[in-house]
């Protein structure tokens, strides 16, 4: 029986490892989200908070969708893309040093595992943000012999 246990903290481990780095690809809306809800909450608004902080999220990421798409020039575009980007690398590398201070005694390498997820975490923000697929699915047709 103690298998189940140990099973069941590994998986959740896991969970929120996941929830931890996927928060940290969207921490630019995140924390909008956080700030309005917080305010909105300290305002009076009671548990209607919690629907400004949703509501908030959700305009920040459909605001920086929409400025990446109407936006032609390459250097504006990659601009709108760090807006996001940065918060999202500095979540990244806090989030993977956190983890690995833990699990490691050396500093160097706590720095280079941090300096690897922050990295990561980057790149899966731009490719999230830009909405950019780094594989995409095959329309069928092969490749010419």
């Known amino acids: 029986m103690i298998f189940i246990g140990i099973f069941l903290s590994m998986a959740t481990i896991a969970f929120l490892c996941w929830l931890l780095f996927t928060l940290a690809v969207f921490a630019l809306p995140l924390f909008a989200g956080i700030t309005a809800g917080t305010w909105a909450y300290g305002t009076g608004a009671g548990w209607l908070g919690v629907v400004v902080g949703l ?7 459909a605001l920086g969708q929409f400025l990446f798409a109407i936006v032609r ?18 979540a990244g590398f806090h989030a993977t040093h956190g983890i690995v201070k833990h699990t490691m005694p050396s500093q160097t390498w706590q720095m280079v595992f941090s ?9 899966v923000a731009f490719v999230r943000i830009t909405g950019r697929k780094a594989f995409r699915p095959s329309d069928g047709h092969s490749s010419p012999p």
């Not at 509501?55 to 990421?61: P, W």
């Not at 390459?74 to 807006?83: G, H, K, S």
């Not at 300096?115 to 790149?123: D, L, S, T």
Request: net charge positive.
């Open 73 to 90: 020039p390459i250097w504006a575009r990659l601009l709108i893309a760090a807006v996001f980007v940065v918060p999202a690398v500095a």
């Open 115 to 123: 300096i690897i997820g922050a990295g990561v975490v980057g790149i």
């Open 55 to 61: 509501a908030a999220a959700r305009l920040t990421y």
